[in-house]
């Protein structure tokens, strides 16, 4: 199995930047693929980045150009910069992980609240 626990979320203005982080312990060899998802109430979790254990990346829509993603494996962990927030960003942030073979495993994390004030 696989445990991810996040960190670096909290109360920022429109505007700023804030980082989160996530790290992976456990069966963490049998990692793929690393991630952002968020989620605000009564919406569906959405994507925000996901990067490879080669390093590519894909962003979801509404985050293109404002985030970036970056991965440490030698300290199994995930990166989200998120720079030029906006209200809209307000979300809790969860870390995913899929993991195994065939099909795989996902793991996610406990989730961080950000929250941008205008």
């Known amino acids: 199995q696989v445990q991810l626990v996040e960190s670096g979320g909290g109360l920022v203005q429109a505007g700023g930047s804030l980082r989160l982080s996530c790290a992976a312990s456990?069966?963490?060899?049998?990692?793929?693929?690393m991630g952002w998802y968020r989620q605000v109430p009564g919406k569906q979790r959405e994507l925000v980045a996901v990067?490879?254990?080669?390093?590519?990346?894909n962003y979801g829509d509404s985050v293109q150009g404002r985030l970036t993603i970056s991965r440490d494996n030698a300290k199994n962990t995930v990166y989200l910069q998120m720079n030029s927030l906006k209200p809209e960003d307000t979300a809790v942030y969860y870390c995913?992980?899929?993991?195994?073979?065939?099909?795989?495993?996902?793991?996610w994390g406990q989730g961080t609240l950000v929250t941008v004030s205008s």
């Open positions: 995913h992980a899929h993991y195994g073979l065939g099909n795989g495993l996902d793991a």
């Open positions: 456990g069966s963490i060899f049998r990692i793929n693929t």
């Open positions: 990067i490879t254990s080669s390093g590519m990346r």
